[in-house]
């Protein structure tokens, strides 16, 4: 029982630490509609499943391959770097308060969770050590909720406060800071990849 408990907590922790999921969460909430939430928070979690299913299925080793790792740091920090450069060249249309026109959505979820090494290393450390143990299965369940609590927890709290949080000072400034975010998460991809 202590297990399930610690994975729940590690599982929300980990769902709302600030990183590439839990930001566009909140700004596709915030700026798009809770719709768009949605789908990303499917594409997200679909990511999950499909890297705890590599683990669970002996397949961490693959983060020893380099080629593969490599080419997953460029896929994923390009993507990155394109969504900043969408948020940044769009922060001024962001002002005026009106609902964005863009087709984000599920596979935009998938691909940074997929692509976001923290979510990687994440799973890998987390689910490493309960792979020899009785009822794995119900273990990754109970961090699989404290993860979906956490993101829909980020969903309905953006939601609720959305009334509150647009004012054309918040807008720019969760612009700024998630194109920091996503720049930072994005160049350190690039960096890990050219000094391995």
Same mark, same amino acid.
Request: proline share 3%; hydrophobic share 55%.
């Given at each position: ?10 599982? #929300?922790?980990?769902? &709302? ?14 700026? =798009?509609?809770?719709?768009? /939430? ?22 961490? $080793? ?24 969408? &948020?940044? $060249?769009?922060? =001024? ?36 050590? #309960? ?18 609590? /956490? ?21 720019? $400034?969760?612009?700024?800071? /998630? ?18």
């Amino acid at each position: 029982m202590e297990d399930f408990l610690l994975l729940l907590i590690v599982g #929300f922790v980990g769902g &709302i630490t600030p990183g590439p999921d839990i930001l566009l969460l909140i700004r596709t909430t915030i700026f =798009n509609c809770l719709n768009d /939430a949605l789908k990303i928070l499917l594409g997200v979690l679909s990511g999950n499943i499909i890297l705890i299913a590599i683990i669970y299925f002996g397949l961490s $080793s693959v983060s020893e391959i380099k080629f593969l790792t490599n080419t997953i740091q460029i896929v994923g920090g390009t993507y990155l770097l394109y969504i900043a450069y969408q &948020i940044y $060249s769009h922060r =001024n249309d962001s002002v005026e308060l009106k609902k964005e026109k863009t087709t984000i959505g599920f596979k935009d979820g998938l691909i940074i969770n997929l692509t976001n090494p923290k979510a990687i290393i994440y799973f890998i450390v987390i689910i490493t050590p #309960f792979l020899n143990e009785d009822f794995l299965e119900l273990k990754i369940l109970s961090l699989m909720i404290g993860i979906v609590t /956490a993101f829909s927890l980020t969903i309905f709290l953006a939601n609720k406060l959305k009334a509150k949080l647009v004012s054309p000072k918040v807008i720019i $400034s969760i612009d700024y800071i /998630a194109v920091v975010v996503f720049v930072f998460f994005g160049v350190s991809m690039f960096i890990n990849v050219f000094n391995s």
